[in-house]
């Protein structure tokens, strides 16, 4: 991403002042350093670092834990400097052992940054060749328990699925950036139903933007991209998940980024996954 005009102390002053206009971050973030509490109440309450991950997660494995899927698998499509994918272990690593439902990481990325843009649509007045090269060594060593997926993600994805046979995938984060990259990693959904669980939780990074100059909008981007694979499928269908902001404890800007692929034919999306107290709220 192009880097801001933006002094030092102007972009201070603009913290500050989000802080000040909403006091809950501030709450927040010092509970982040107190270790307390539940996996799930730790997630309810957005006290991890990437609060998007920690959702995806910890969501996928409780819907794998109620349809009786011991395994799962969780994907992270555009590494760069690997923050995230190691993120996403940790998660990993705490569902598992909240749910009992066993988490494979894998990590999709080109390993030498972004490729050219293709044309308009790649949104190139945001983002360069090259822009988030990744140290692939370093991350190897620092990610032993991931499975970084390395090469052109329109190779990649076509061969992902028959070569890996992985478990069925529950969470799915893009921030690839480009229309390009984005429409290639969504062929994904178009595999067998046996590689996903019914409804795939979904993280989409590049939908709002943090600046002022970033106009995302359905003609270019990871939007576009969304919009032609719902035209393209009838029964696959990626939603925004309507009201999550106002279902979690904490809102927070990430909340509308979270989107859910649906699998209409899936053979177990009608199976019932409330709790054994049919009145009881469900959080999924």
């Not at 529950?170 to 595999?191: E, K």
């Not at 991209?225 to 009838?234: D, G, H, L």
Request: net charge negative; hydrophobic share 40%; charged share 25%.
């Amino acid at each position: 991403m192009t880097s801001s005009p933006r002094s030092g102390f102007d972009r201070t002053a603009i913290r500050l002042v989000r802080v000040l206009m909403q006091p809950g971050r501030a709450v927040v973030a010092v509970m982040r350093r107190l270790p307390f509490g539940s996996y799930e109440l730790r997630c309810a309450l957005d006290l991890f670092p990437r609060p998007h991950y920690a959702y995806g997660v910890q969501q996928a494995a409780e819907l794998a834990r109620r349809l009786g899927v011991d395994r799962i698998s969780v994907v992270e499509f555009g590494v760069a400097g690997g923050a995230g994918l190691v993120e996403m272990c940790r998660q990993a690593r705490l569902a598992t052992a909240a749910t009992g439902v066993r988490i494979d990481v894998y990590g999709f990325d080109t390993g030498e940054g972004l490729p050219k843009p293709t044309d308009y649509r790649d949104l190139p007045y945001i983002w360069r060749e090259g822009d988030f090269s990744m140290d692939v060594e370093a991350l190897h060593a620092r990610l032993p328990e991931a499975h970084l997926v390395l090469g052109n993600i329109t190779d990649t994805v076509a061969e992902f699925l028959d070569d890996r046979r992985p478990a069925p995938i529950g969470f799915v984060s893009v921030d690839v950036d480009f229309y390009s990259s984005t429409a290639a990693a969504l062929r994904i959904f178009a595999g067998d139903h046996k590689y996903f669980l019914p409804r795939v939780f979904c993280y989409l990074d590049d939908t709002v933007g943090d600046d002022d100059q970033i106009l995302h909008n359905n003609y270019v981007g990871e939007l576009r991209a969304i919009r032609e694979f719902n035209e393209a499928n009838e029964t696959l269908k990626i939603a925004p998940i309507n009201g999550l902001r106002h279902k979690r404890a904490v809102p927070a800007p990430w909340n509308d980024n979270i989107v859910a692929l649906h699998r209409f034919d899936h053979p177990d999306y009608g199976r019932y996954v409330g709790r054994p107290d049919s009145q009881t709220e469900l959080p999924l």
